[in-house]
């Protein structure tokens, strides 16, 4: 009984010091994604869905809910954000190549068909996108495939 004490107290004391350290907050604005919006022309409901579902994960900007204060349920976050954006950054759109885009954007459209995106772990809390919003955006991702298609049959044509 008092060796789990000894490790109860342990682990308390681990839990309050690792209140004090604290990973990087991923916080730009949403202006980091005016490129990708600008080229990929989201209807106004797609980029409300894309703000509310999509960006905290795939963008430069994430709205932090309160837990993400509380470690170790930050450093999951920081995780899970990093992981997101090494995946897909609308914030970094502009970086990309015409087949990477049109890459990035089949594989989105994969993602929300399969219903892989948004994740459990963000649809328990945040709520899920019904079908017509995962209809919106699959319709919008193909649609904006197209100009990149498009350029990649005028390249390979030369």
């Given at each position: 009984?008092?060796?789990?004490?000894?490790?109860?107290?342990?682990?308390?004391?681990?839990?309050?010091?690792?209140?004090?350290?604290?990973?990087?907050?991923?916080?730009?604005?949403?202006?980091?994604?005016?490129?990708?919006?600008?080229?990929?022309?989201?209807?106004?409901?797609?980029?409300?869905?894309?703000?509310?579902?999509?960006?905290?994960?795939?963008?430069?900007?994430?709205?932090?809910?309160?837990?993400?204060?509380?470690?170790?349920?930050?450093?999951?976050?920081?995780?899970?954000?990093?992981?997101?954006?090494?995946?897909?950054?609308?914030?970094?759109?502009?970086?990309?190549?015409?087949?990477?885009?049109?890459?990035?954007?089949?594989?989105?459209?994969?993602?929300?068909?399969?219903?892989?995106?948004?994740?459990?772990?963000?649809?328990?809390?945040?709520?899920?996108?019904?079908?017509?919003?995962?209809?919106?955006?699959?319709?919008?991702?193909?649609?904006?495939?197209?100009?990149?298609?498009?350029a990649l049959e005028?390249?390979?044509?030369?």
């Amino acid at each position: 009984m008092k060796f789990i004490k000894i490790v109860l107290v342990i682990l308390l004391i681990a839990l309050v010091v690792i209140q004090f350290i604290r990973p990087d907050k991923n916080v730009s604005s949403y202006e980091s994604v005016t490129a990708f919006e600008a080229e990929t022309q989201p209807s106004s409901e797609v980029a409300g869905i894309l703000k509310q579902n999509c960006y905290d994960c795939h963008s430069n900007h994430t709205t932090y809910p309160w837990y993400a204060e509380i470690a170790p349920v930050s450093f999951w976050l920081d995780e899970h954000i990093e992981h997101g954006k090494g995946h897909f950054n609308a914030s970094a759109w502009e970086e990309y190549s015409v087949k990477k885009k049109d890459h990035k954007l089949e594989e989105l459209i994969e993602m929300v068909e399969e219903g892989e995106m948004p994740l459990d772990s963000y649809t328990w809390v945040h709520g899920d996108l019904t079908d017509a919003q995962q209809k919106l955006v699959i319709q919008w991702a193909t649609m904006a495939r197209l100009q990149y298609k498009e350029a990649l049959e005028v390249s390979t044509s030369y």
